[in-house]
């Protein structure tokens, strides 16, 4: 069965520190992966997206890097701010068929000032 | 305004009222889906359509059904509701297949008591 695995489940750090979000997957055959950042009470928005033949992938103060070949992938960012409080939940996209994503449970990031 | 519009918000029912959350999206996407996420949980899929009257189920159908008579809507009927119904809802959709980018509704929150 297809699964997608966050590390840590929450992760709280002080303004202005970096981090990094981890995500393991068993989907196969892989098509893409997305990172979504989900505000509290609110739908999960696109941050990345992810194919087979890239590395590393830039949105700001985020960025994204996958390893096909170990099936993991990682979320950093930068400099975090008090607006990046959210849950970050990555999903991975087989081939083939009708591409259902499959979710992963999300982490929980706090920012203190 | 691209967008994938919820209603109701909030709806407080109980238990065996029969209810229907709406769903509609203005990007002609072909690809829509139902969610609900929990504590600890994630979001889990519900049913997921492909195209006009093509529904499938998910991962967590039972208690619920969907139909998809026009491109745009795409609603979530809960014939007899039970207080583990509770949870929060997110419809979205995606122009092809979950490969696509999702966008989220805003979502519904239910509680069935």
């Known amino acids: 069965k297809n699964q997608v695995e966050q590390s840590p489940q929450s992760l709280i750090i002080l303004e202005g520190k970096n981090c990094t979000l981890q995500?393991?997957?068993?989907?196969?055959?892989?098509?893409?992966l997305r990172w979504y950042k989900q505000d509290t009470g609110r739908g999960p928005v696109s941050l990345t997206i992810?194919?087979?033949?890239?590395n590393t992938k830039s949105n700001g103060r985020y960025t994204a890097t996958l390893d096909a070949d170990t099936k993991q992938s990682s979320l950093h960012i930068t400099a975090s701010q008090l607006s990046d409080s959210a849950s970050y939940i990555c999903?991975?996209?087989?081939?083939?068929?009708?591409?259902?994503?499959?979710f992963g449970r999300g982490t929980s990031l706090i920012v203190h000032p | 305004e691209a967008q994938v519009t919820q209603n109701p918000r909030y709806l407080i029912t109980v238990t065996g009222k029969k209810l229907t959350v709406t769903c509609s999206q203005n990007?002609?996407?072909?690809?829509m889906s139902w969610y609900r996420q929990d504590p600890g949980l994630g979001l889990r899929q519900i049913y997921y359509?492909?195209?006009?009257?093509?529904?499938d189920k998910g991962d967590v159908p039972e208690g619920y059904k969907v139909s998809r008579k026009e491109k745009r809507n795409f609603p979530l009927i809960l014939e007899s509701p039970s207080p583990n119904q509770t949870s929060l809802y997110f419809c979205?959709?995606?122009?092809?297949?979950?490969?696509?980018?999702?966008?989220f509704g805003q979502g519904t929150r239910l509680t069935v008591v």
């Open positions: 979205a959709s995606s122009l092809y297949g979950g490969n696509t980018e999702a966008f």
């Open positions: 995500c393991n997957y068993t989907v196969s055959p892989f098509s893409n």
């Open positions: 992810m194919t087979f033949s890239e």
């Open positions: 999903v991975v996209s087989g081939a083939g068929g009708s591409y259902i994503p499959t």
């Open positions: 990007m002609n996407h072909e690809y």
């Open positions: 359509s492909m195209n006009v009257e093509v529904t």
